[in-house]
């Protein structure tokens, strides 16, 4: 059993993560996250978001994996909006280094 | 035999007011890799209880020990042999130190990633990484940039390829409290 869950059909071109994301490596990460590539993909230039609030807890593979979306977002020069808690550690220290590789990312702290 | 140290082993720490020691198999992560995860939160969950804030503390020392142990798993270069974390609280700090026999291709990823620690710009490192492709080493590197983590590495050579990884990682307490 998932100690994860991804929800990209609940919200239009928002993804949703909740639980503990703490796979084996970045491939893992490459084929749990691609629902999520292909929304950022179709959502263009309107923008994607990207909720985390609720993944209490995630290792640098899987930041790897969400800095590798960003940088897809940064080539097409698309928005990415994250969510997340201020009260969760590595949200906070996380996102500070996600917005350094773009620009049009923005950080919506709950 | 010969022994080199990389980045920052410490000296003197404060005396430990609490510690623990878990030794495993990288076997049992590598068949079930939930395990790195269980082997984490029960050293956070066992220093946490020490902090005014243990469901910050404990998040934060999961972190930081879940990143040792998928390492010390990944780079394993005898399975069966056995992992060996130590974890304290010594006053305004916390140690783990985490052992394990590697190779010497490891090592010379563990000498880039240290040459790279050196610098001043973390922050910059970082960025330079994820723009070249670069997918190892960051965990580390977070544990210095995010969480103000001193990182040191005790390697001796022993026979053949096989080195002994001894990882030190000291973390300053005042990250364990929410500010």
């Known amino acids: 059993m998932n100690e994860w869950h991804i929800d990209t059909e609940g919200k239009t071109a928002t993804a949703t993560l909740r639980g503990v994301f703490r796979l084996e490596s970045p491939e893992a990460y490459d084929t749990a996250f691609a629902p999520i590539l292909a929304g950022l993909k ?8 990207v909720n985390l609030a609720e993944a209490t807890l995630m290792n640098s593979s899987g930041i790897r994996a ?36 773009h620009s049009k990312v923005t950080v919506s702290i709950l | 035999m010969t022994s080199r140290t990389l980045g920052v082993v410490p000296g003197t720490l404060p005396p430990a007011l609490t510690a623990i020691e878990v030794q495993m198999s990288a076997l049992d992560m590598v068949v079930q890799w939930r395990r790195c995860g269980i082997v ?28 040792l142990v998928e390492n010390a798993v990944r780079f394993s270069a005898e399975k069966a042999r056995p992992i060996r974390i130590h974890a304290s609280h010594r006053g305004d700090v916390v140690e783990l130190v985490v052992s ?27 960025r330079e990484r994820v723009e070249a492709g ?46």
């Open chain 2, 100 to 126: 394990n026999l590697s190779n010497q291709r490891h090592v010379e990823g563990l000498e880039k990633l240290f040459l790279d620690l050196s610098r001043d710009d973390l922050a910059a490192v970082f």
């Open chain 2, 134 to 179: 670069t997918r190892g080493g960051l965990g580390l590197l977070l544990l210095a940039k995010d969480y103000g983590a001193e990182l040191g590495a005790v390697v001796v050579s022993q026979e053949t390829d096989t080195r002994a990884v001894t990882m030190h990682v000291v973390l300053p307490a005042k990250e364990l409290v929410q500010s």
């Open chain 2, 40 to 67: 984490a939160d029960y050293l956070a969950d066992y220093l946490a209880l020490s902090f005014e804030q243990p469901d910050y503390a404990r998040s934060v020392l999961s972190t930081v020990a879940n990143e």
């Open chain 1, 66 to 101: 969400l800095a590798d979306l960003v940088m897809v977002a940064r080539r097409a020069d698309h928005p990415v909006t994250f969510v997340a808690k201020g009260s969760v550690p590595w949200q906070r220290k996380a996102l500070a280094s996600l917005e350094s590789l």
């Open chain 1, 42 to 49: 179709t959502a263009g230039a309107s923008g994607y978001t």
